[in-house]
């Protein structure tokens, strides 16, 4: 079939609007009308050209919501009608990794989706005789897209496309990384570097859980009020910090915070948000992706004083179980989404979303077809 897709053809430059032909869904696979989609800062990142696993052309996008049509032999958990949410971390329930318990990071097919190509090797857009590669296994900038069945969470059918796409990012990976990585408890003392897309939720995450003090840092100050309105208690402008900030957020929390989540993808901001933990017990999460070549760097002792370092790759939420259950917060109003959403722009103004995320005016773009 013939589909409308924003194509990154090249690093660096705007995406451009093509028609493409895009095959039917294989064994395992579902064809998946896409309503809407998210502009994830990921995104921009892999167009910039730094992401080692860039491929271009590819069709971006990894934050959307939609409806099955066609579902390929051998799916058995969903069918046409379905309202989804596509998971660039899918759920086998089979691999080593989903029955470890441990990790939300099935790797089942982890291989092909870093290589752009579906799960038998081969992609299924192309634009004349031209393959183009899938991104994240989710390819969400386009009308339709197909998916593999592990990779597709099922959710109620009264949850709007052009709000819960977000749950299929921004939401799950800030709120999860507080609730599944940090485990963070009542009274705790948090600090979030970055007020973002994704920053905003770890704050909503934070309030939801019951932390005492909420310490959002960012040099944006006009992510403040919103910050505020999300739970944020206290706000930092590292610019307008005389001398050093890590002595600056220690002295505010009283000895360290007890948890800190780096997101933002810059790895100086790693390194002050795990040395402004406390000494002891507080533990630093980095959420932010940074660029090919970029390395974190500290002094053992941070460590050896019992600070802990980790990382949250999609909030550690197993896509399949928690996103249905994530959405059902938004549509009982457990959680904010509408208010993050500050942009919506057709298909067509795709490159207006990359734009106003550069800028810093917006928090979340969502594109709606
Ligand atoms: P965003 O652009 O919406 O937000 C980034 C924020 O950081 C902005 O408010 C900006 O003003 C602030 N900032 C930039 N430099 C700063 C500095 N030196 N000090 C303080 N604040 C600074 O981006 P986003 O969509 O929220 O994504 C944030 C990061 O998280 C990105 O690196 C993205 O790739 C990553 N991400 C990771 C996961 C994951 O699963 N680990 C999921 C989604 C996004
Ligand atoms: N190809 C990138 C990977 C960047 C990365 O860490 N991605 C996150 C999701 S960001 C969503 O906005 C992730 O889930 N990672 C786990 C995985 O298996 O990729 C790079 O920098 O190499
Ligand atoms: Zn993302």
């Not at 809407?36 to 990894?62: M, Q, R």
């Amino acid at each position: 079939m013939d589909v409308r897709a924003a194509v990154a053809h090249q690093a660096g430059q705007p995406l451009t609007i093509e028609t493409l032909t895009l095959d039917g869904p294989r064994d395992g696979e579902v064809l998946v009308e896409i309503k809407a989609t998210g502009v994830c800062h990921t995104d921009a990142y892999t167009l910039s050209g730094k992401d080692p696993e860039g491929l271009f052309p590819a069709v971006l996008g990894h934050e959307g919501a939609g409806v099955v049509v066609d579902v390929g032999a051998g799916v058995t958990s969903l069918k046409p009608g379905d309202h989804v949410i596509p998971l660039y971390v899918p759920e086998c329930r089979a691999c080593e990794y989903c029955l470890s318990g441990k990790t939300n990071l099935c790797q089942s097919i982890r291989s092909t989706q870093g290589r752009g190509l579906m799960p038998d090797g081969s992609s299924r857009f192309r634009l004349g005789e031209d393959s183009i590669y899938h991104y994240m296994g989710t390819s969400t900038f386009a009308n339709y897209t197909v998916v593999p069945e592990i990779a597709l969470a099922k959710i109620r059918e009264d949850a709007p496309f052009d709000k819960v796409c977000y749950v299929g990012c921004g939401v799950t990976t800030g709120i999860g990384a507080v609730i599944n990585t940090a485990k963070v408890e009542p009274g705790a003392n948090v600090i979030v570097f970055g007020l973002g897309g994704i920053g905003l939720n770890v704050i909503q995450g934070c309030r939801l859980v019951g932390a005492d003090m909420i310490i959002g840092v960012d040099i944006n100050p006009g992510k403040k009020a919103l910050a505020e309105k999300f739970g944020m208690t206290h706000f930092v402008n590292p610019k307008e910090v005389e001398g050093d900030l890590v002595p600056y957020l220690v002295e505010l929390t009283k000895g360290g915070a007890d948890y800190t989540f780096e997101c933002i993808g810059s790895v100086q901001v790693m390194r002050q948000a795990l040395e402004c933990c406390h000494k002891g017990w507080g533990e630093s999460i980095i959420i932010g992706v940074a660029a090919s070549g970029q390395e974190i760097a500290t002094r053992p002792f941070q460590l050896v004083t019992g600070r802990v370092w980790k990382g949250s790759a999609f909030g550690g939420a197993k896509g399949r179980t928690d996103v249905p259950k994530i959405v059902d917060w938004y549509m009982n109003g457990k959680i904010n989404i509408d208010d993050l959403i500050t942009h919506t722009f057709p298909l067509d103004q795709i490159n207006d979303a990359f734009e106003v995320m550069h800028e810093g005016t917006s928090i979340r773009s969502v594109i709606t077809f």
